[in-house]
């Protein structure tokens, strides 16, 4: 299912063993916070000039992230 640009989108997962995770697009990262639970969240607002999005994890802020999910945007 493809996101729509200019939607806001709660993006959740739970990962216990990252300390880090991330919305990616282009260049960017967005930080998504952790709870004590291991579930991380953001709510994300759809930029309207990109094609996809990913969703990455990691031990480190500065890290290489290891893309877990990937969207396609229209």
Not at 49 to 72: F, N, R
Request: aromatic share 12%; charged share 25%; hydrophobic share 40%.
């Amino acid at each position: 299912m493809p996101l729509k640009k200019g939607r806001t989108y709660t993006f959740r997962i739970k990962v216990e063993n990252k300390s880090h995770a991330a919305i990616i697009h282009g260049k960017s990262f967005i930080n998504m916070t952790k709870r004590t639970d291991g579930t991380f969240f953001k709510d994300f607002l759809i930029p309207k000039d990109i094609s996809e999005i990913k969703l990455g994890i990691a031990d480190a802020a500065i890290s290489t992230y290891e893309v877990i999910a990937w969207y396609s945007v229209e």
